[in-house]
């Protein structure tokens, strides 16, 4: 079982950028498709991002795509999530996901095909 930690939260201005990281502990992290998901204050939580275990197939949520940037670095078991051109609608906490796969080109966005999850980190986009 991957066991997951988010890091790289915080507060930022309207326009600027952050990159989340999330770590994870585990044998298999190399087989295991990546997601990001974010839950603003009174909503469901969403998907923001995938990144399959070939690091090269990814999809993008239409209201981040051309903004976030999604990751992996194989070596250092990490995910990452590059966040630029921020918006207030941004805030949220961000959780990192993963799940095991079959295929590298793998890539899921519907939270319920996800077997782990991290506990957030909150992100803070000042107008």
């Known amino acids: 079982q991957v066991q997951l930690l988010e890091s790289g939260g915080g507060m930022v201005q309207a326009g600027g950028s952050l990159r989340l990281a999330c770590s994870a502990s585990?044998?298999?992290?190399?087989?295991?498709?990546m997601g990001w998901f974010r839950q603003a204050p009174g909503k469901d939580r969403e998907f923001a991002a995938t990144i399959g275990w070939n690091g090269l197939s990814l999809f993008y949520a239409d209201s981040v795509k051309g903004r976030f940037t999604i990751s992996r670095d194989k070596g250092k078991n990490t995910v990452y999530l590059q966040m630029d051109s921020l918006k207030p609608e941004d805030t949220a906490v961000y959780y990192c996901?993963?799940?095991?796969?079959?295929?590298?080109?793998?890539?899921?966005?519907?939270?319920?095909?996800?077997?782990?999850w991290g506990q957030g980190t909150q992100v803070t986009v000042s107008s």
């Open positions: 996901a993963a799940t095991p796969a079959l295929s590298g080109s793998y890539v899921y966005s519907d939270e319920k095909d996800y077997r782990a």
């Open positions: 585990g044998r298999t992290f190399s087989t295991y498709a």
